[in-house]
């Protein structure tokens, strides 16, 4: 039998042994991302090169995450520097990125009433102003609405476009969805709320039309300076029983918007006393401090097993002084 011979080219035999002899590198990490409201940033792994296993760093104390393509959610605003490691059997290897989360425009959901079963919320509200000295006539009507609808993790999700009374709601970087006129251009001032939202995360599309009146608040009237001390109480009313009204909530607030005490009574009171126990205790500095009175309707709806609340609200402020 003839024997075949095998040739080998000097080239080929050095490709040959070039291939054999070479070590594989480590991958070459890179990733892009993209801030959205609510605190959420989206990566997408850019890696090139062979991955055995890749790592995210998000530096807020979270876990780190091993997804290819990770969705975070920052829930503080701040600058952090997020830190991807890739590695293979060449080794491994890291690209960092400053991602900034900006806290942006955030609703003030103390202001207004809050159910513990609720998953979501639509706010129609009317605010009215008095002078002090004349709490029975008010010189200036507002509307404003507002919508926050929660997850599952309770935060705010985006749930498409957002009307009341056809007015468009801006869509605010937590996710909360707000109106607020500046004057009496536009305020409901026939009793009807019409709400209708695209729907989304979870919610679906909704049309909700909620006849019937605001409840009728009056102005508060003033009380006087409040003294520092256990034996000190305040005295918050309105000029008027308050009614028709579910429910009222009142509210001393500093002049941060930081509740320093609140209290929920039935409609048709025209006051409430808050005592040292009731939380005039946080009082801790002489100054102003700011009062507030929500009188509300709701109705309570079922939406894919999500609650949500839908509210009337007329609202009023004042102010007093400690000394």
Request: charged letters at 20%; glycine letters at 8%.
């Amino acid at each position: 039998m003839q024997k075949m011979k095998i040739r080998v080219s000097g080239i080929l035999l050095l490709t040959v042994l070039a291939l054999l002899g070479c070590k594989q590198k480590p991958p070459l990490v890179t990733f892009e991302y993209e801030t959205r409201n609510g605190g959420i940033v989206v990566f997408t792994n850019t890696t090139a090169g062979i991955v055995d296993e890749l790592e995210w760093d998000f530096d807020d104390g979270t876990e780190n995450s091993k997804e290819t393509n990770p969705i975070h959610r920052y829930v503080k605003a701040g600058k952090y520097e997020v830190i991807l490691t890739a590695q293979n059997a060449g080794g491994a290897s890291t690209h960092s990125e400053i991602i900034e989360v900006v806290a942006g425009t955030q609703e003030n959901l103390d202001d207004h009433p809050q159910f513990s079963d609720a998953h979501g919320y639509y706010y129609a509200r009317n605010t009215l102003e008095y002078l002090p000295s004349i709490p029975t006539v008010y010189t200036n009507i507002r509307g404003s609405a507002l919508a926050a609808l929660y997850d599952s993790s309770n935060f705010l999700v985006e749930v498409g476009i957002v009307s009341c009374n056809a007015k468009e709601l801006e869509l605010n970087p937590d996710n909360s969805y707000s109106y607020h006129s500046e004057d009496s251009s536009w305020y409901f001032y026939n009793g009807e709320v019409l709400w209708r939202s695209d729907g989304g995360n979870g919610y679906p599309a909704v049309v909700e039309n909620l006849p019937g009146s605001f409840p009728e608040l009056q102005g508060i009237v003033p009380s006087g300076d409040l003294t520092l001390g256990k034996d000190s109480t305040y005295i918050l009313k309105t000029a008027k029983q308050i009614n028709p009204a579910d429910s009222v909530l009142w509210l001393i607030q500093d002049l941060n918007g930081n509740n320093i005490a609140s209290k929920t009574t039935p409609g048709g009171v025209a006051g409430v006393v808050f005592d040292w126990e009731d939380g005039i205790m946080n009082i801790r500095q002489r100054g102003t401090y700011i009062t507030k009175v929500v009188a509300y309707s709701y109705i309570r709806n079922v939406y894919n097993f999500k609650v949500v609340y839908f509210t009337k609200e007329s609202f009023t402020e004042g102010e007093f002084k400690v000394i």
